[in-house]
């Protein structure tokens, strides 16, 4: 059973620069592709960005394209949300999540918070001066 636990999240100020990490535990993790989402206040769950098996990177959100960064390390099974520039609007908690995409394409990443199985416990990001 896959198990996804977030860090680094807090507090900061208009501006400022975050580094989110997820750290992943058993199950195979090769299989898996994976994602950060997150919740705003009032807001649906969103996708910022997604780590395909075969380690292609997409990022859904056009408010954070050119400010956040996603990585995925895995042989230490880890995803990485680095992000700068950071707005008053990015004030929301943050998810990874992760989705068994072992039997479709390795450029797969499924478009849906539904389609993710796996979900750490979240870490909330405060914009705020």
């Known amino acids: 059973q896959l198990q996804l636990v977030e860090s680094g999240g807090g507090l900061v100020q208009p501006g400022g620069s975050l580094r989110l990490s997820c750290a992943a535990s058993?199950?195979?993790?090769?299989?898996?592709?994976v994602a950060w989402f997150r919740q705003g206040p009032g807001k649906e769950r969103e996708l910022i960005a997604c780590v395909t098996r075969g380690g292609g990177i997409s990022y859904s959100l056009d408010s954070v394209k050119g400010r956040f960064t996603v990585s995925r390390d895995s042989i230490k099974k880890i995803i990485d949300l680095q992000m700068i520039s950071l707005k008053a609007d990015d004030t929301a908690v943050y998810y990874c999540?992760?989705?068994?995409?072992?039997?479709?394409?390795?450029?797969?990443?499924?478009?849906?918070?539904?389609?993710?199985?796996?979900w750490g416990q979240g870490t909330q990001v405060t914009v705020s001066s």
């Open positions: 999540a992760a989705s068994n995409t072992g039997l479709r394409s390795a450029s797969y990443c499924p478009s849906s918070a539904q389609d993710f199985s796996y």
């Open positions: 058993g199950g195979i993790f090769s299989v898996y592709t």
